[in-house]
Every structure is written in C-alpha cells, then in structure tokens.
T-cell receptor, first 115, second 114 residues
Framework: AQSVTQPDIHITVSEGASLELRCNYS??????LFWYVQSPGQGLQLLLK??????LVQGIKGFEAEFKRSQSSFNLRKPSVHWSDAAEYFC?????????????FGKGTKLSVIP | ETGVTQTPRHLVMGMTNKKSLKCEQH?????MYWYKQSAKKPLELMFV???????ENNSVPSRFSPECPNSSHLFLHLHTLQPEDSALYLC?????????????FGPGTRLTVL
C-alpha cells in the first residue's frame, strides 16, 4: 500500500523568502503525485500534479515541484512567499493502474508567513 | 454553480438528531468521495462511489450512511452521532480513467455534535 510522509508539521517563513515543503512517498510503481493547499475552513485546492514526463512540474500561484524517483520525493517549492500563501499544504499519491481512483494524503504541513 | 458544492456549510446537531449532508458536482465526473478531517489527524477517506456503486467503505461506523442516487449527487446521512464525530466533512469528485485522476474538493461542512 502506498504512503506519504510530510516530515514538517509546521513551517514559518518571512514574506519574500523562498520555501520548500518536503514530501516523501512509498509506492511500488511510478506514482501519480499531487500537492493540494487548504485555507482555514475551506476545501482542498489542487496546486499541481505529476503523472509522467518532465520531472519539474509547474503549478498555480507560482509553485513548482520536482519528482525525484531516486529519493522517492516530490518537494514543493516557491521562490518568494507571499502572505496569502499561509495555509496548510497536503501531498498526495495516487495509484497508476487502470481504473484507480484512491489518493493517499500526507498529514499536511502548516505554513505561517511573517510579514 | 461550478465545481463541487456542499450544503450546509455549518451544522450543529445533538446526539439524537438525524441530519444529512449534501454534495453536488458539476464537473461530469464519475467518482465521488466523502472524507473526514479532524484536527491534528490526517485526512480520512470514508466512502468512495464509482459509477454510483460504493467501492470503498473504510470501517466507518454505521451511524454514517452514504447515498449516491446519481453521478452528480452524494449524500451522507447522519444519526446518533457522538461528539468525536465533530469535524470538517469534505466531498470530492474525480474522473476515473487510466489512473490517477486528481480529485476536486468542495468547501466542506463543519459539523459540531453536542
């Protein structure tokens, strides 16, 4: 069974600083990988996804993530954080088989941004 | 309406009440999901419906009863809940294809059980 680890529960960065959120996954085949963001009291919004091809994926709101098979990682990055990026971020892995639909989510990383 | 909508957004109920949560997706997807999100716990998948058939039921207590009358609507019927059932309940939908379809989430229903 697949699993996702987000080692950082809470991260605080200054506005304008760079950001990297870590995600490690466990899955036997090539995974489908996702990053979601959740603002307080809201649902999850998809930031970006990796299915195949280029291992550097661009997403919305200036985020990008890099798939590294050798490290089983899919870290999320942003070069300059804005105060509006304060939220909780979830990494998820999906099965790559036909008819698959289930996602496994990490426990999330809460991001605080200092003005 | 676009995307995935959920009603009500907030619900307060006593332990003896019966209520229902409603989810509607306007994306033409063929799979729908119920998740429970409690404070300091990971997102818990409760139920999955694919092509209107329940395909996952992850050891959820019988006081939660899902219903999927068609591919656009999903309900979660609640009865005799416990205070520990207080949480944010999220609905999601996706298109099941060759695999890995991303899920689109609704805004959630914040449930408080007194």
């Amino acid at each position: 069974a697949q699993s996702v680890t987000q080692p950082d529960i809470h991260i605080t960065v200054s506005e304008g600083a760079s950001l990297e959120l870590r995600c490690n996954y466990s899955y036997g085949a090539t995974p489908y990988l996702f990053w979601y963001v959740q603002s307080p009291g809201q649902g999850l919004q998809l930031l970006l996804k990796y299915f195949s091809g280029d291992t550097l994926v661009q997403g919305i709101k200036g985020f990008e993530a890099e798939f590294k098979r050798s490290q089983s990682s899919f870290n999320l990055r942003k070069p300059s954080v804005h105060w509006s990026d304060a939220a909780e971020y979830f990494c998820a892995v999906g099965e790559s088989g036909a008819g698959s639909y289930q996602l496994t989510f990490g426990k999330g990383t809460k991001l605080s941004v200092i003005p | 309406e676009t995307g995935v909508t959920q009603t009500p957004r907030h619900l307060v109920m006593g332990m003896t009440n019966k209520k229902s949560l409603k989810c509607e997706q306007h994306l033409g997807h063929n799979a729908m999901y119920w998740y429970k999100q409690s404070a300091k716990k990971p997102l818990e998948l409760m139920f999955v419906y694919s092509l209107e058939e329940r395909v996952e039921n992850n050891s959820v207590p019988s006081r939660f009863s899902p219903e999927c009358p068609n591919s656009s609507h999903l309900f979660l019927h609640l009865h005799t809940l416990q205070p520990e059932d207080s949480a944010l309940y999220l609905c999601a939908s996706s298109q099941v294809t060759a695999g890995g379809g991303e899920q689109f989430f609704g805004p959630g229903t914040r449930l408080t059980v007194l």
